[in-house]
């Protein structure tokens, strides 16, 4: 069977991500327009930096997320359009701060901003970016939806000093895994979601809760095979972007459940392997292969699946229409990634 | 004359800030509980890398400015106390970045958190600390003074960047390190007493404007001072603490007003010495010299003193009592220390 015969899973992934644009075309325009207005100063750095990577070819997926359960709750507004454009601003304060502390060199296939800018630039336009997040939401005007979004921006800077705490830790339990990333990942989906709902009136305070599990469910989901991909999926063809978890010695699901699932030897080469100081070249392809023979990676995009699809069963409880149909099919979406 | 013979201006400057502390008991108590559990949080890093910095004997100069400001338009509440809170952890959180972004070693006579912790905890609880202070903020549930707050955060973030853009230039203008210090130390606690002030109600609100520009020119009158106690202020004692700007090559009014001042060789130096990758260890004793010797030493605190001379009068139209005479009196503090 050729790739023309059926479509592939990029092209239906690419489908449903382009169809929820098309469907949000006015709301991304006016957003893509706070993006760049609320990040104007006269210094120039900031703007330099911070438009490269906003524009670097980023999903906007939360940006999406809050636009369509304002949809799917009656319809979004101006309000809307400035938590989606606080939302955004907040992961890439993340991002910016999340590459400094990584040391990673490559963010969505460009150089890293820390990289062109420097670790002192990054760090300083990220806190620039939060603290404009914030002034978005007040003039909002709304306490409720200000308090979800601090909320979520301490929950996820809590997440990601646990993610450090808990690097080189051997025996990483999954509940632990499953905690970080709910904190430093789910949240914000969860917040993006409430928000978005919250800022549609009525209809949206009454199905608000339903759009948060919503969002953290996917959010859950999306992490989990962010992490998958990190080795590569299901696929046998390992992409120039994998193993960065790796190479940082963080366990992830695929490792958590690949050295369950592994005899003493490979116990022994994860807790070496994963140890910075003991690590070599070539044990990335040995873990590959270690997390593929277990069937650690079909259980990792099960795990996702199940998140899912709790995802999907969370908007049940929404009148049905076109947005909840989209961001259904969203949930389908971040799990087909993985293949 | 001996010390015990007539109190010297250290002693003066404890009596003052002492007199404050013991009029702000009660408040300063509420405050101090506040702080300690706000950077609470179940990942052990963050309540003892934050203890560590916030009671590494700071004066808490910010929360009593929100403190005295509510009193002298009425009186502090519970508001107040979050506010003065959330005021110190958004200080805390850009000093934790600071030492990052200027790699210090030492902050309050203390090793720098990140020498203990490393630079990634301190990013990170710095963002958490910054979430934690809008979660306070949110919680006195009053948009404008949220908004003062988010927007103080954002000037604060551009005026670090505008710093660090500024590193490394010989000839600074004066207005441009004045802005510099406007954004990064002024506006915190511009926006300090002008939050305090809106806390205390209907007066407060009356008052807000002239509380305000209390605020930024005590906050530019602070920064002057310590710009100057970089290089000893104006006695001829080199202490330890001496010497941080000037190995990180930033141009402060003392060096801008000493170059200006200086004959072409004193140029040459300054020009020279502010390269770190040109600058001796035998330098920082020749540029104390040339600022004492060009009386830039003299010039720079001058202009702290015309400035807290523009806090102070601004006080002016308030209603005279005790806490507009301790406000005064703070203002004559800052300058006081130089000496």
Chains 1, 2 share one sequence.
Not at 6 to 17: E, H, K, M
Not at 134 to 150: A, D, H, N, R, W
Request: proline share 2%.
């Amino acid at each position: 069977m050729t790739a023309s015969a059926q479509p592939s899973n990029a092209d239906q992934i690419g489908s449903i991500v382009e169809r929820l644009q098309g469907m949000l075309e006015g709301d991304l325009a006016a957003t893509e327009k706070l993006l760049s207005e609320r990040a104007a100063s006269p210094v120039p750095v900031i703007p330099n930096l911070s438009g490269y990577i906003v524009s670097a070819g980023g999903k906007r997926l939360r940006p999406m997320i809050t636009l369509a359960a304002a949809h799917a709750c009656g319809g979004a507004n101006h309000g809307t359009h400035a938590l989606a454009t606080a939302v955004e601003f907040i992961h890439t304060a993340t991002l910016l701060h999340d590459d400094v502390v990584d040391d990673s060199d490559l963010r969505r296939g460009k150089q890293a901003a820390k990289n062109v800018w420097g670790n002192n630039a990054s760090i300083l336009v990220g806190d620039f970016l939060f603290a404009r997040a914030f002034t978005l939401m007040v003039e909002t005007g709304k306490i409720s939806i200000l308090k979800i979004l601090s909320d979520a921006s301490s929950v996820i800077a809590e997440g990601e000093v646990r993610q450090l705490a808990a690097a080189g830790r051997k025996d990483l339990p999954t509940e632990e895994y499953l905690a970080i990333i709910e904190a430093k990942t789910a949240a914000l989906f969860e917040a993006a979601a409430r928000a978005g709902a919250l800022s549609a009136g009525d209809a949206g305070v009454q199905h608000a809760e339903a759009l948060a599990a919503y969002g953290k469910n996917l959010g859950l989901a999306f992490q989990i095979v962010d992490d998958a991909l990190d080795y590569g999926g299901t696929t046998s063809v390992i992409g120039k972007a994998v193993g960065d978890d790796f190479r940082e010695g963080k366990s992830t699901l695929p490792t958590i459940i690949a050295r369950r699932r592994g005899s003493d030897e490979d116990i022994a080469f994860w807790d070496r392997a994963l140890d910075l100081e003991q690590q070599t070249d070539a044990d990335l392809a040995h873990a590959i292969h270690l997390i593929r023979s277990t069937g650690a990676a079909e259980a990792t995009i099960a795990e996702a699946k199940a998140y899912a699809d709790l995802a999907k069963s969370a908007l049940r409880t929404l009148p049905e229409s076109q947005w909840t149909k989209a961001l259904s099919d969203l949930a389908d979406f971040c799990v087909s990634r993985a293949h």
